[in-house]
C-alpha cells in the first residue's frame, strides 16, 4: 500500500491540474467546438440580435452534437489521469476547473449565437 502524499504535495498536484484545466478550457475548448462544427458541416446561425429576427433560429442536432462532443473530449484528459494513482489529484483538479470554465463558455458562446449580437 502507498503512504500518504504531504499536503504540500497535493496542493501542487492541485495545481497542476488547475492550471491545466484553464488552458485547456480558455484556449482549445471553443476552437475544438468550432473546428467540430466545420467538420459535420453544421449550419450557422444568423447572428442578427433576437430582438430583430422574425422567429427563433433553427439549431441543427448536430450542433449540439458538437458542444457535447468536444465538452466530453475536454473531459477525457481527467479519466485517463484518474486512472493513475499518483495522478488522480491532478486528475479531479482538472476536471472540477475543465468542467466549470468549459461549461461556462459553452453557455456564453451558444448564448450568443442564439439570442445574436450586433451593436444596437
Known amino acids: 500500500m502507498s503512504e500518504p502524499q504531504p499536503a504540500a504535495t497535493q496542493r501542487w498536484s492541485a495545481g497542476w491540474g488547475v492550471g491545466i484545466g484553464l488552458l485547456a478550457a480558455l484556449i482549445l ?8 462544427q466545420r467538420l459535420l458541416d ?10 430583430l429576427r ?6 441543427s442536432p448536430s450542433y449540439w452534437t458538437s ?20 495522478t488522480r489529484g491532478i486528475a479531479i ?3 472540477i476547473t475543465a468542467a ?11 448564448s450568443f449565437e442564439l439570442n445574436g449580437f450586433a451593436p444596437d
Open 29 to 36: 475548448f471553443v476552437p475544438a467546438t468550432f473546428a467540430l
Open 42 to 51: 453544421v449550419p450557422e446561425i444568423n447572428a442578427t440580435p433576437k430582438h
Open 54 to 59: 422574425a422567429h427563433a433560429p433553427e439549431v
Open 67 to 86: 458542444w457535447i462532443l468536444a465538452y466530453a473530449a475536454l473531459l477525457v484528459p481527467a479519466a485517463i489521469l484518474a486512472g493513475i494513482p499518483r
Open 93 to 95: 483538479a482538472y476536471a
Open 100 to 110: 466549470i470554465v468549459g461549461g461556462l463558455l459553452a453557455v456564453f458562446v451558444i
